[in-house]
């Protein structure tokens, strides 16, 4: 590899007989479009498509991922971010500067990776940042961004994205997906997620406002448990309505429990009182979590879940920045026990789909191979956040294949708000899907002739028919 | 690979130069017979000698791992297993569609692989199973197992089979081994393997009736804790006079406690009495798995530690089809304090052999690995159920080998009911294995003179002296 | 490999072309100096420069990675090491025979690794141990030990060594540290590393006696909390004043806690009464691990912490031979709640540099790598104790890089006694480095330029800037 940003036998195994064959899978599937069934992007970029303001703002302060290494090695956030309170804003310029510098910081990084790509493939660059160059390429960047064909639409369609779900509040009135529907001169699907975290956990610090504002929304008569319920249901519909086929859960640990109706309603009038202790805070969660697949089953959203991160660890840059400003840390979860009351009901329940995903890289095997590998509900959620990179999707895959096989695998997906990032990161994972079926082969564990069958199915067969697109 | 069933490189690495050396290293024990000391094949079934059914009882119905993956990709139960009651048994061709339809399923998994082993080598089939010939290949096996040279006594010859450990209820007479050890015409070894599981979990749903029956069985004047005691050691020293070398432990965690006399005792009368409370079950468990090691210590029996499985996840799947059906699910377990009372008393014990397992890997490197390297009492067993593939027990290898070298390893254990796929489990062990030890060589870590002494003490001196055959 | 000791290839991958690019890499680091920021050599050793005794009393007692696996294969440790009130010592070359004769148990195993690379380029052996040569080699090794080229400072210079870091009791007077900074003859640093731990954790057994000592040896008025606390802090800057860059807490969980200093003295004084309950023993010393963050704040000692090692697990053992004799399991730990109340406080402080050490790997990608990702005051311990092998190596890298990079790694650490040790550890880490940096360019993963930059750092910049060198 010279210093140019990417090589076209990026992340393939070095062995020159394994990597033929991966190169070969690979082109299999390179014209086929990208499916993103579960991300944050705003649904709103791609309405207004207006230009992005600049480089920085673009690549740099909404990416997590990169903020929060530079921060590990010394810049001060206030350089990366703004103040919660919109009060103070660093200059984009500066922000842009501080990330040329840190470049070398991300050697050996998923971000690292993904924004190289993005340099090469989305801003046709020819080097990699640094200091020296840091306002030059500003100023290059920024005028590219300016051009027609920098658009949020014109990327879309130069990307080959046929699907894009984004992830929305459930009192979102989804306007901005709607109108992109209905626009004759768009022709991507993006589709809403419901994602009704904060209604759900009580220790969210908007819960009761947030039970009045969905209940008063859908027009309940009061804010009983069981108008909160219904208001959960009718906005699920408006969701469905609007073309959602998945709704999202956010949760602290997988936790399930079915509570009786009268015990659930007690419960909800604690929180509304505001005197539940945690213990109860993750009864009601738990509670909640399986109303939720008991709502998948009887209105057929795909359920995601995602436990296991530990948000805004430093509360002193969550006071200053707010959330998603990359101090979220996982920890050790268990799904066995945990999911166990929503599996004994609804794990054979008809046409129900439910993708697990996991910070803890212990449950692949343990855990999810094998639920994955009995219950026709359950699907392999892909590797997921910090395990997004390429040494990780390898382990990821020789955990789970052993036991559940190709088929049970969700499909790629990116979670990104990252827009320009959504290529990068697709790409990555084919390029690793074709390395670990490469090896499979060459180890004669797979046909060839079936390597290219499961590759088409990994990359579009699975979230087609996981996420019932 | 073209599409014939296996080649013969089949799970060894890509690298030529290593796989030359894992080929050699293979080929060196390639006349080794099969030491199997752990596993669920009924003594019947080979004193009987009948033929087999049909292919659909051999291959799918008792096999947990092929019947799961079928489960989990939507065909019913129903289809594959009888009900529990037997009234409902599903056709063995039916059986046999559904299987042969489902066939691209197990890509890359461990049942996949031992699968297309048994089709080349135990029924000389050259393509794999498939919807177009499903029936074709159903006459064509059922013809075979017709034959002379299918029968159970034939294949274990051929499968140059020379110890076969099987699982057995402690008050099981023996008759089936006895009548093999006497036989002058049967050549190996079937030994029966004591496993108390449902006389000492109080939770078992028998546990009351057994201990009356077990009592009763070796003429104890009574169903007191002393009585139930004498009883399970009387019927180990008749597990011993007919072969036993070993006593399994299927256990919920690896928990282990010493209990007085008395304490043991008030628990097992309130167990008797049907009060027993969640913990007073834990604890009993955990005293009785550690009067087990005392037994073990005192009359030489192997013992063997199964944790950490939640049997019987889906229990409407177990009120229909019953236990073993494909949904016990792992969760995280820990030894390091569990298991020290016992190690405490009993570790540095002369002869005293202590196998212990797991499904939850992180315990590989972290504890088993200090364990087995401190205690001559422990021993790794082998990787087990779901990590008994490919990849898992290339981990396995990677993750205790440093710490505890080659020499605590208990050797392979198949650990399967499904009796021809005994070969293939063990061929596939010991070419990972070689794959190892090529590895080493390969980074100068170990001789390739050692990587010999290594792969033969792995594949027969390993199981012998750990298993006293 | 032949039969010989060692390879030049050792530790680097099979694939030639990984390979050359590996061995490339090493090259280029071969002649930086070790820098040893954590161990457990005695100052003493150098100070004196006596000769080593004899060769079991170097390479086997004081190791308890040899003495364990000699315990596993059934060599009585009365055998191995003095009992614990020194009453009967086995003789040297009854300990030297049961290790040449047991020699074949350390294949594969990092030990071993470690022995080869000593016996060849310590002491100029040319074949490996084994029964028939264990007395020829005993005397061969005795002879060589009397030379003044083996004396300790010697192949201190020899081994390349530029900084050493002891580890001392608070109480110590570094009487031998000072001798050695003011000798002109001697050219290393050798730095003492202050070690509390007898000081903190209240269920130590002279932990009373402890707090006694220590308030009288800085002169405190009392043995309240408040002077204990005083004591602690005089005795850091003493260690301060004498070299000590570094505090190291081999505590049993990385709890921490803030509590006020009325609880905390509140639980001192129980303490010190000896009726503290479990549950206020730990919550002490996750009080004092808080204290000791603050002071490394407030005294700019880097902190290191190692946690999650069950001490002693076999007390017949401790019993006749004391601790450190190849007894201590590890066991599963969790980081992400229990060091937050530090780092809430202390995450950003600046100059604050925080190690974190694991036993359990699969705090690594899923916690570790976050933490030191996003906290300017974390870094990436290096892979310890049963971790710091070739395969565990890879591992770490592999699950830490794609979240944290490199910049994050506190640098290797040999946390060893085994003072002739100490380059073949340090040459493994390197080889280790350098084999996955070569598979990070032969994926176009990072750049081969880059590549000699951050194996330069990872050898020499990232131990020097991380323990303030």
Partial sequence: MSDSLTHPDRLLPADPGVRRLARSLLGAVENLPILSPHGHVDARLLRENSPFPDPAALLVSPDHYVVRLLHASGVPLSNLLPSQDGS????????????CTAWPLFDGTASGHWLRDQFQFVFGLSQPP??????ALYDELSAKLQAESFRPRQLFKDFNIEVLATTDD???????HNALAVDPTFHGRVLPTFRPDAYINIAHPGWAENVDRLTAATGEPDTSYRSYIHALEARRRYFIDHGAVS?????????????????????????????????????FEAHMLYQM???????????????????NHHHPTFEAHGA?????????????????????DFGTAKDFHLVLFTLDETVFSRELAPLAGFYPAVYLGAPWWFLDAPDAMQRFRSAVTETAGFSRFSGFIDDTRAFCSIPARHEASRRVEASFLARMVAEHRVTENRAYEIMFDTVDTSPRRTFKL
Wanted: glycine share 8%; proline share 6%; charged share 25%.
């Fill in 88 to 99: 103070r804003v660093p200059g984009s310029r500066t922000v842009w500067r501080e990330f």
């Fill in 130 to 135: 640094s200091a020296g160059i840091a306002d």
């Fill in 170 to 176: 459930p009192l979102d009135d989804l306007s901005h």
């Fill in 247 to 283: 709704a999202d859960h956010g949760v602290r640990t997988p936790a399930t429990i079915k509570l009786e109706e009268t015990e659930a309603a007690h419960l909800f009038e604690t929180a509304r009182a505001g005197t539940a202790t945690s213990a109860e805070r993750d009864a």
């Fill in 293 to 311: 697949g008991r709502m998948s089953v009887e209105d057929g959203l795909v359920m995601t879940v995602h436990p296991g991160s530990f948000r």
């Fill in 324 to 344: 998603d400003t990359g101090h979220d840390i996982p920890f050790a979860i268990s799904y066995t026990e945990a999911i166990r009351p929503l599996l004994q």
